[in-house]
């Protein structure tokens, strides 16, 4: 489940994302009352199965059973961050009804990942790149969004130039006439280059520094956020974890990657 919000006094509308019917919306009848038996099974970040009765505006949920809750990840306030920023952005960048038996299995493997313990740089990176690719945003990283001509060094300080809006490097003559364009580092176009690339197991062998993870998720989520055409609050949470455990916002615990 993606999300929800309250209906009423005692119902909820919950946003589901299913394997064979897409992303759908559906109430949840007397969900807040306290004897209700859906009641923890409709949550946000809980593989459920579902029984649901169709009606006119919203089909109703008659039936709730949790396949997974992820308590690793509930039971740990980084992952957890983590975890909420790839539903929200799930949800931002799918359209209701549209067939998303891709996306489905990307986000659950994601989840998966997560609570099995693996870097929460790697499991986030990763999936942003995948969902982007799934849901026709792929960023290009080899050529110029403008032109087609391959992006190398653009100057002597090891940097070229990207936007976010546009959806990846631009060249220099095309840069230069992009208000949003910004300077990217060649090492950490290395590095998506990479991530894009795959496979994901050998992506988990990179390893990097401090200053280059926190740019690097500094470049996915204004990435994610020019898509979305909005900001996303779990990113902003996702930064005040960070904070509070005293790491620069984009770095994760070296003892976790």
Not at 198 to 205: C, F, L, Q, S, T
Request: contains cysteine.
């Amino acid at each position: 489940m993606l999300r929800h919000r309250r209906l009423g006094e005692a119902d909820r509308i919950v946003t589901l994302l299913t394997p064979g019917h897409g992303k759908r919306d559906a109430v949840g009848k007397g969900v807040l009352r306290p004897r209700s038996r859906l009641a923890g099974h409709l949550e946000p970040l809980a593989h459920v199965e579902v029984v649901l009765a169709y009606g006119r505006t919203f089909d109703v949920v008659t039936q709730a059973e949790s396949r997974q809750l992820f308590p690793n990840i509930r039971g740990d306030l980084d992952r957890l961050a983590a975890a909420l920023y790839l539903l929200e952005l799930t949800d931002r960048l799918t359209v209701e009804h549209a067939e998303a038996d891709t996306i489905f299995v990307l986000l659950a493997t994601a989840l998966d990942r997560l609570e099995r313990g693996d870097g929460l740089h790697l499991v986030s990176r990763s999936f942003e790149l995948a969902l982007l690719d799934a849901t026709g945003f792929r960023p290009e990283w080899e050529r110029c969004v403008s032109c087609g001509e391959p992006v190398a060094e653009q100057d002597g300080a090891g940097t070229a130039a990207w936007s976010a809006l546009a959806g990846g490097v631009l060249c220099a003559r095309h840069a230069a006439s992009d208000p949003e364009a910004g300077p990217i580092e060649l090492r950490l176009l290395r590095v998506l280059r990479a991530y894009q690339r795959g496979p994901y197991e050998e992506v988990a062998r990179i390893r990097l520094d401090p200053e280059l993870a926190a740019r690097l998720e500094q470049v996915m989520h204004a990435l994610a956020r020019a898509t979305a055409e909005r900001d996303l609050g779990t990113a902003r949470f996702v930064a005040v974890v960070r904070a509070r455990a005293g790491e620069p916002d984009g770095l994760e615990r070296a003892a976790r990657d």
